[in-house]
């Protein structure tokens, strides 16, 4: 059920790049599906607006979730940036219907984000594989330096325990000139997609997404197999 509610800050973890996890409270009957997102409340002249942000951890994780938010020139971002652990914030949800089709679960899946759009999948991922999914799950995300990349540690112990998941970051610019996947998301579609019966998902601003299902049409993916969430 959709509601407004009351939250607290419970926790703030400060990334390279301008990244905010925050992990906030929520009440027992919150129920979201992998992939959703929460509307927060930003005060902005006596008024509320409202800005989506996915939901960076799975569903069942008792009495709190977590965002993760790159922090740009904006309003939101400059209201997220003020806050401290112990604050109240309002969200409203949970929202949206990026969420993993059934009609997927007899296939091979590819995740392709950049940046912050990795959150939708740090929540879906782990679901799908606490729920024995058994075909493959591949992850291709995209960062600037190496230092941007997220979830390392979250996929590296997923990886470890389920033989059916791999992920691969890419860097656009890293700093160590031998980096092997170097370039942009949409570069390493060829290399890691499985050649038949796979589905897309894809999250991020409209300019990766726009590139992605381009290639990903050209490698023979259906249009409607590809399942998109834009940031902008
Ligand atoms: C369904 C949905 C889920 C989202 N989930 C997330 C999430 O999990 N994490 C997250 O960081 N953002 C997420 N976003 C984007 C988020 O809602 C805001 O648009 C973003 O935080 C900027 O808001 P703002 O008020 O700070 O900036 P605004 O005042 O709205 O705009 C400032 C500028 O920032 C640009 N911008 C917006 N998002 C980004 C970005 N990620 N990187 C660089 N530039 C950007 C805008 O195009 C605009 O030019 C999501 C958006 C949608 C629609």
Same mark, same amino acid.
């Given at each position: 059920?959709i509601? $407004?509610? #009351? #939250?607290?800050?419970?926790?703030?973890?400060?990334?390279?790049?301008?990244?905010?996890?925050?992990?906030?409270?929520?009440?027992e009957?919150? $129920?979201?599906?992998?992939?959703?997102?929460?509307?927060?409340? $930003?005060?902005?002249?006596?008024?509320?607006? +409202? +800005?989506? /942000?996915?939901?960076?951890?799975p569903? *069942?994780?008792?009495?709190?979730?977590?965002?993760?938010?790159?922090?740009?020139?904006?309003?939101?971002?400059?209201?997220?940036?003020?806050?401290?652990?112990?604050? @109240?914030?309002?969200? =409203?949800? !949970?929202? *949206?219907?990026? $969420?993993?089709?059934?009609?997927?679960?007899?296939?091979?899946?590819?995740?392709?984000?950049?940046?912050?759009?990795?959150?939708? =999948?740090?929540?879906?991922?782990?679901?799908l594989?606490?729920?024995?999914?058994?075909?493959?799950?591949?992850?291709?995300?995209?960062? +600037?330096?190496?230092?941007?990349?997220? /979830?390392?540690?979250?996929?590296?112990?997923?990886?470890?325990?389920?033989?059916?998941?791999?992920?691969?970051?890419?860097?656009?610019?890293?700093?160590?000139?031998?980096?092997?996947?170097?370039?942009?998301?949409?570069?390493?579609?060829?290399? =890691?997609?499985?050649?038949?019966?796979?589905?897309? /998902?894809?999250?991020?601003?409209?300019?990766?997404?726009?590139?992605?299902? @381009?290639?990903?049409?050209?490698?023979?993916? !259906? @249009?409607? +197999?590809?399942?998109f969430?834009?940031?902008?």
């Amino acid at each position: 059920m959709i509601s $407004v509610f #009351s #939250s607290e800050v419970l926790e703030i973890k400060n990334l390279e790049g301008n990244v905010k996890i925050l992990k906030l409270f929520v009440p027992e009957n919150f $129920v979201f599906k992998a992939g959703q997102y929460v509307s927060i409340s $930003v005060p902005f002249h006596g008024k509320k607006l +409202r +800005r989506p /942000y996915s939901i960076a951890s799975p569903p *069942g994780k008792n009495g709190f979730i977590e965002l993760c938010i790159k922090i740009v020139d904006g309003l939101a971002s400059n209201y997220v940036k003020t806050l401290s652990e112990g604050d @109240e914030i309002e969200l =409203f949800g !949970p929202l *949206g219907k990026f $969420v993993f089709e059934e009609s997927s679960k007899n296939k091979d899946v590819v995740f392709v984000s950049a940046g912050t759009g990795v959150t939708p =999948f740090v929540s879906m991922i782990p679901n799908l594989l606490e729920n024995g999914f058994k075909n493959k799950i591949i992850l291709i995300k995209g960062f +600037r330096y190496e230092e941007n990349i997220l /979830y390392d540690k979250e996929f590296s112990e997923l990886r470890k325990k389920c033989s059916n998941f791999e992920f691969h970051d890419v860097l656009s610019r890293p700093k160590n000139p031998a980096y092997k996947n170097k370039g942009y998301v949409q570069d390493f579609l060829e290399k =890691f997609v499985p050649k038949e019966n796979c589905d897309i /998902y894809i999250c991020g601003l409209s300019p990766m997404i726009n590139s992605v299902k @381009e290639k990903s049409l050209s490698l023979g993916i !259906p @249009e409607n +197999r590809i399942f998109f969430e834009k940031y902008d």
